[in-house]
């Protein structure tokens, strides 16, 4: 297993060009909110700027990234550890600058692979993602102890939210999971189907609660009323080409109706 993909990894090496490592940027949020457009956008984004992307696809189906893309796999990244299939018949060219690897099954079993099989994914995921200027994945969700085991350290992060109480829940404990122990993780905030006011309370109570108790700082990257989270996803692929996040808005005082939105639980 220690040779796993190697014979393939000389020539997709050749696909990335960079001196520098990938900015890597991990989304949260649920994918009945929207999480896999979204990401599909920002990569349309950064990949029209000329930016090499890697698109590691964690979720399946209607909700995948591959299918805001127009891509149906028929392999994942699973079956290429297995030994299936050809590494170079997972990873799928997505449009100029963006090659797409399907990996929700890869994702939902990388606990269970042996620590050999581990090694030898986690080499062959860095020879790819050093190659690109941007490598997009998702946070896992669920108890597992790393919420990113196929994209260790990312730069950015990312949470995909909507006014719905459920949403708020799952978004906050991804975030407790992806902060560290001491506190200084810096979120960027997408609210999607939200007019203005609930924009606004979810952003002020999600800001307080990861401050308080998190020690965490979270910046509104952007909401989107009603449409497709690719429209958003392309504006957010300009602040991160940018170099900084879009500044914090200042949340409303909550009114009566506002207040029925629930924060998360602690």
Known sequence: ????????????????????GPTRIAFAGREADGR??????????????GKEVLLIDGASGAASAAAALGLRPRFDLLQAVSRDVPAGRVLLGAGHGIRLLPAARALREYPR???????????????????A????????AGEAADPC?????????????????????????????????????????VILRADAGEADTVFGNLREVAARHLGARIE????????????????????????????PRRAMPRTARQAAITCPVV
Do not use: N
Request: glycine share 12%; no cysteine.
């Open 113 to 131: 692979l042996a620590a050999a099989e581990r090694r030898a994914l986690d080499e062959w995921l860095r020879r790819q993602q050093g190659q």
């Open 36 to 49: 896999g457009a979204l990401m599909a956008g920002v990569a349309r984004g950064l990949a029209a700027a």
């Open 1 to 20: 297993m220690a040779s796993l993909l190697e014979d393939q990894a000389a020539g997709l090496r050749k696909l990335f060009a960079g001196a520098h």
């Open 133 to 140: 200027d941007f490598v997009l994945g998702e946070a896992r």
């Open 149 to 189: 085991p196929l994209l260790p350290q990312p730069q950015r992060l990312v949470v995909a939210v909507t006014p719905e109480s459920q949403s708020i829940t799952a978004a906050y404990t991804q975030m407790k999971r992806l902060a560290p122990p001491r506190g200084g993780a810096r979120f960027l905030l």
């Open 220 to 247: 509104l990257a952007g909401r989107l009323a009603a449409g497709d989270p690719q429209v958003l996803g392309g504006r957010l692929a300009e602040a991160l080409l940018g170099g900084a996040a879009p500044a």
